[in-house]
Antibody, heavy 121, light 106 residues
């Protein structure tokens, strides 16, 4: 079945970097995009960025540009999200999601279970 | 950036109630609006895409509509498992902003 399996929880110090992985299976990896979304404790959803694995094209949230990079390895059907210069307000659950294209835009139809990233000072 | 303003931030309802949640886009997004449901401790789940298309497997009590830059999620008759948070998201142009969320509780 279609699934996205994310890497395990991380605890990082302020100023460090974290790289979260998202292993896709059950579908043709290069036919869909991968998006990253995070949710701070008790807060709403925040879109971080997305990538088209076939082309490598990316878009990012403006407030994170320069600190976040999304990549894919098509040989292992795995997507990665790296966040640098971590701050305490980066503490959140990070989700990856498959991006499907419709006639009226894109949507995220399959989600990973999330990876908790905790940033401590 | 295109902003989406969601309301209300929370609402209390009972089983059987009709519930509506609204999102307003800051400019035309041409039906590129999706709705997600999230239960506590879980990943979001896609309910509706392209403003009004029901995702496969989602109960028909959920529906979406649009009028200009205003979008509405309607639950026709609330069931116990519908108590959750709901988010809209525009995917007309990046960044794909989410609304602030609506928590539906008893």
């Amino acid at each position: 079945q279609v699934q996205l399996v994310q890497s395990g929880a991380e605890v990082k110090k302020s100023g460090a970097s974290v790289k979260v992985s998202c292993k896709a299976s059950g579908y043709s990896f290069t036919n869909y995009g991968i998006s990253w979304v995070r949710q701070a404790p008790g807060q709403g959803l925040e879109w971080l960025g997305w990538i088209i694995p076939y082309t490598g094209d990316t878009d990012y949230a403006r407030n994170l540009q320069g600190r976040v990079t999304v990549t894919t390895d098509t040989s292992t059907t795995t997507a990665y999200m790296e966040l640098r210069s971590l701050r305490s307000d980066d503490t959140a659950v990070y989700f990856c999601a498959r991006v499907q294209r419709s006639r009226m835009g894109y949507y995220m139809d399959v989600w990973g279970k999330g990876t908790t990233v905790t940033v401590s000072s | 950036d295109i902003q989406v303003t969601q309301s209300p931030s929370s609402l209390s309802a009972s089983v059987g109630d009709r519930v509506t949640v609204t999102c307003r886009a800051s400019e035309n997004i041409d039906s590129h609006l999706n709705w997600y449901q999230q239960k506590s401790g879980e990943a979001p789940k896609l309910l509706i895409y392209a403003a009004s298309t029901l995702q496969s497997g989602v109960p028909s009590r959920f529906s979406g509509s649009e009028s200009g830059t205003d979008f509405t999620l309607t639950i026709s008759s609330l069931e116990f498992e519908d108590f959750a948070s709901y988010y809209c998201q525009q995917t007309y142009s990046p960044p794909w902003m989410f609304g602030q969320g609506t928590k539906v509780d008893i």
